[in-house]
């Protein structure tokens, strides 16, 4: 008998291992060799002409960010774009969600409707923009005729990162209105039917039973958007043919870690900063992880 | 709930504008597909072309002749990476719900980490990794590094945690072993949650645009993202080529999201409150 059990936990240990191999194999190579390499890497100056070499640099690299205009040119299009990009997708997200959690009709006809920008690609949305931006386009003749001024939004420094935003919450807020859409229907019924014996109305119910629900979704919504911020790449690099321009006003961090990395081939000072933007990446998701986590428990 | 009734109207032309901004811009490429240069850049503003032509369809496919080797690329690569991904995180969620081994929980736990992991980190040494294995150029430098999702495979862990045991332990009496158990009887059971994985790693995969970008210098590797960009660059206002061109990239991924939309909600849902 004995022996028939240590045969069997062999063989389950077997048959485990051989499931779990594929995928040990290829996260093992192109995702944890790739974290420590990236970490080596940020501390190395590397040369890649000829055969790769690296020359140890320490904390250089770090320290080089402190000095760089483009860092922080780029740090502050980020924080410009989450200070408007954010919050307008969430309130758009909510506004949706809530509408459509109504017993109306056709709300799935419209759900899907909605989604649709979602699972456009990014190389796709951003022609289509800027198709819709050129100076002659669909947006400036509209802009035109209701007597607004019109921009040259894919040229002019002061409104080009506002159309990757304008585009960015079209596209991205669907995708947070199904996740409230499915957050409003988990908040239990009675709640609703006590306020209505109350005799609250519907704007009151919204203001003291649906938000004060939602809450653990909504700061989840406004984490995963500040996120995309920091990952924001495809739209800017179509938009500006790679250069971050005009004159810098759509260069993202990821643009300008790709830049270094490819562009000035300075693969060293690329890694540190992604280093930090992964790491930034990571505190936010644990702190949201950490509070949901509390939320839930009570 | 009366008082709603009263602004119902209000809601269906809010719903109802919301649409149509969410259209018009898709409209407004399609149309401009079947337009020709005169009548885009005589600026005339309809929807509808004066005179519909599939012209710009056939040009773009005569003066680019690898748009069909790019479309094919796309194709072949988001597949593969689809179905790789269906078999290897099926098989590890298997493993992490189902068999006990030794240094399982270790790898749940490192697995559940590497969710957390943000992409860009491992961008520039997964290059450098790829050019050292000489993988340049070549549809495994994509479809490799993409075959396994630690996301997905925790998701088909919790999913197959959650599955009925008595199924498994009347075939395991039948003497299947456990892969005969998992080809035969639990993979066909997974349907849902495989349907749901396909749809994220399909989109994901067909509309990468970063990885080709960085992996595939030869142009005829290219995927239909990147060389929807270069093909920008080349035809620069000639908009009704390029909105043609970026209807045929759309129209794969339309189809399948209308076809399997209902699972769609499913797996956001899913991946939204993990």
Known sequence: ?298 | MRSIDRFKPAFYVLLGVYALITFIPFLWALSASFKSLPEIVSGGMHLIPKHATLDNYRTIFRQEPLFGRWFLNSAFIALSVTGFNLLFNSMAGYALARIRFPGSSLMFYSILAMIMIPGQLTIIPSYLIIKELGWLNSYQAIIVPMAAQATYIFMMRQFFINFPKELEEASELDGLGKLGLFFRVVLPLAKPALAAQTIFIFMGAWNEFLKPLMLMSDKSMFTLSVGLNTFKGQYISFWNYIMAASVIMTIPALLIYIFFNRFFVQGITFTGTK
Not at chain 1, 164 to 183: D, E, G, H, K, R
């Open chain 1, 1 to 298: 008998m004995a022996k028939s059990h240590s045969k069997t936990k062999f063989r389950d240990a077997l048959s485990g291992y051989s499931f779990m191999s594929p995928v040990i194999v290829i996260l093992g190579c192109f995702l944890l060799l790739p974290i420590a390499y990236a970490i080596f890497l940020s501390l190395h100056k590397v040369n890649l002409l000829g055969t790769v070499s690296y020359k140890f640099a320490g904390s250089a690299n770090f320290e080089r960010m402190i000095d760089d205009p483009r860092l922080w040119i780029a740090l502050r299009n980020t924080a410009k774009y989450a200070l408007i990009v954010v919050p307008s997708q969430t309130v758009l997200a909510l506004a949706l969600a809530s509408i459509l959690n109504m017993q109306l009709r056709y709300r799935n006809f419209f759900r899907i409707a909605f989604y649709l920008p979602t699972v456009t690609s990014s190389a796709v949305l951003v022609l289509i923009f800027m198709w819709i931006y050129n100076s002659n386009g669909l947006l400036n003749y509209l802009l035109e005729l209701v007597g607004l001024p019109t921009y040259n939004w894919l040229g002019d420094p002061s409104v080009a990162l506002l159309g990757i935003m304008i585009m960015n919450v079209w596209s991205t807020a669907p995708l947070f209105m199904v996740i409230y859409l499915a957050a409003l229907q988990d908040i239990p019924r009675n709640l609703y039917e006590a306020a209505d014996i109350d005799g609250a109305n519907a704007w009151q119910k919204f203001r003291s039973i649906t938000l004060p629900q939602l809450k653990p979704v909504t700061f989840y919504v406004i984490v995963m958007g500040i996120i995309g911020t920091f990952q924001l790449f495809d739209q800017s690099y179509i938009f500006s043919a790679g250069s971050g321009g005009p004159n810098n006003a759509t260069l993202t961090m990821v643009l300008l870690i790709y830049q270094y990395a490819f562009k000035n081939l300075d693969m060293g000072y690329a890694s540190a900063l992604a280093f930090l933007l992964a790491v930034v990446i990571m505190l936010i998701t644990l702190v949201q992880r950490l509070l949901f986590k509390e939320e839930k428990l009570n």
